[in-house]
């Protein structure tokens, strides 16, 4: 069987620093704040704003960053463990080798988000809205991604693992050489257009060929 895209996917793993400094009980986000080799665990930063904040070689753990409102986010070589960043606004997002495991990110809106080796692992991420996202090197595996927008979004190559994209809008969205192969898409929101070069299985077809419009009728 001949190997696609997909299956020569292979994400960069976060570089963290060796020796980790602990972030103070009080910590903030605060304008222009760069971070370098910290360990945010045990933390509530929720509902706070924030102008260029950048973090790298750092790990998150337990933190509450639900409700941010931040604008040029960089996160470079970052860990985020069992973290809740439900209705987070962040704009002009930059992520380069993140992990995101365990996470929340239920409702949260990224604009102008570009994400390269990144993963999403077992995440609540329904509702989310990632519109006009740039994503390269990605997977979603084990994640909830109901009635998420991924509206004009570019996703080629990115692996959709055992994920639930019920509902998921991605109008617009170029899905060349994405693997869609055992996720749920049900009621997905997608243009006969932006099917083209996806990987899908061979159950999914008659579903997709339904959500086309394409009537099948058994002989």
């Known amino acids: ?27 903030r986000l ?35 960053l ?6 040029h986010v960089r996160l470079k070589d970052v860990r985020l463990e069992h973290c809740d960043l439900s209705g987070a606004d962040w704009q002009d997002v930059r992520m380069q080798r993140v992990a ?23 995440c609540q991420c ?17 994640c909830v991604l109901r009635a998420v927008a991924f509206d004009e979004a570019y ?3 990115v692996v959709f693992q055992r994920c639930d994209l019920s509902s998921a809008t991605l109008r617009g969205a170029k899905l060349v050489g994405a693997d869609l192969r055992g996720a749920i898409l049900n009621g997905a929101q997608v243009g006969p257009d932006e099917w083209k070069g ?8 008659r579903l997709i060929a339904e959500l ?8």
């Open 30 to 64: 605060i304008d222009d704040a760069q971070h370098l080799g910290v360990l945010f665990a045990q933390l509530n930063l929720g509902e706070q704003s924030a102008t260029n904040v950048s973090v790298e070689q750092s790990f998150f753990r337990n933190v509450s």
């Open 212 to 219: 086309i419009g394409v009537v099948v009728h058994e002989d």
């Open 198 to 205: 996806a990987i899908i299985s061979p159950q999914q077809a």
């Open 155 to 157: 996703l080629s190559s």
């Open 66 to 71: 639900s409700r941010t409102r931040l604008k």
């Open 100 to 122: 995101f495991v365990g996470c929340k990110l239920l409702g949260c809106k990224w604009f102008e988000a570009n994400l390269r080796d990144v993963s999403f692992v077992d």
């Open 126 to 142: 329904e509702m989310a809205v990632l519109w006009g996202a740039q994503c390269q090197a990605v997977q979603f595996s084990d």
């Open 1 to 27: 069987m001949p190997r696609t895209r997909s299956d020569k996917l292979k994400i960069e793993s976060p570089r963290l620093s060796k020796v980790l400094a602990s972030a103070p009980a009080d910590a």
